[in-house]
């Protein structure tokens, strides 16, 4: 099936640094989704993204949508203890495929 | 409060059984969805269902069943021919596919076996 190249797979932070994260693939998508996942619980909407080129911020962080519909990254400035968790990047293929694709997910620490 | 409400939080399965795990939607969305969370990896999709009395099987379906009887409930047996089936367990809803609105999650029940 398709899939989506998350990265890095883990981060180690100091409180205070920004951070980013970028999700690519090889198929076109025309819907970036971005979730972040805290520990025994299910993923929480950070952005949606759903046209090329869109820029999006939501407080501390932002997300844009790549012009190629293959690639969207995600910063987080000055991060937070309360920022860590796993990230997850979700796509929905062009043309409407009725489902999302994942990534594997960014795990993000931050160090007081 | 309106939302995804998956129960068990924890369940445990003995060999050869089949187990029933529960979500529920008040969000009068269209389309539900199951997937399988394991350690280190993203969600994969099990089962999903566009309308009531209809459903579709997702990049992981063996061993696994669904019904959708009812617009806000989608229940998700697990059974014995799943041979390796702890994991995460996540149920998402959305208002539909033309809708262009995001999937929304439960809070997900673990399954583990005894």
């Known amino acids: 099936g398709q899939q989506l190249n998350q990265s890095p797979q883990s981060m180690f932070i100091q409180e205070g640094e920004d951070v980013s994260m970028n999700c690519t693939s090889s198929s076109i998508f025309n819907t970036w989704l971005w979730y972040k996942q805290d520990p025994g619980e299910g993923p929480v909407l950070l952005i949606a993204l759903y046209k090329a080129g869109e820029l999006t911020s939501n407080g501390r962080l932002t997300a844009q949508f790549g012009i190629t519909r293959k690639d969207s990254f995600l910063n987080i400035s000055a991060s937070i203890p309360s920022d860590v968790g796993i990230y997850f990047c979700a796509g929905e293929t062009q043309g409407g495929s009725e489902k999302l694709v994942f990534g594997k997910g960014t795990k993000l620490t931050v160090n007081p | 409060d309106g939302g995804i409400t998956q129960s068990p939080k924890y369940l445990f399965r003995k060999e050869g059984q089949n187990v029933t795990l529960s979500c529920e939607q008040n969000l009068n969305h269209d389309a539900m969805y199951w997937y399988r969370q394991d350690p280190g990896q993203g969600l994969r999709l099990i089962y999903y269902?566009?309308?009531?009395?209809?459903?579709q099987k997702g990049d992981i379906a063996e061993g696994y069943s669904v019904s959708r009887e009812k617009k806000e409930s989608f229940p998700l047996t697990v059974t014995s021919a799943q041979k390796n089936p702890t994991a995460f367990y996540l149920c998402a809803s959305t208002s539909g596919l033309l809708s262009n609105q995001p999937q929304h999650f439960g809070d997900g029940t673990r399954l583990s076996i005894l």
């Open positions: 269902s566009q309308i009531v009395n209809d459903f």
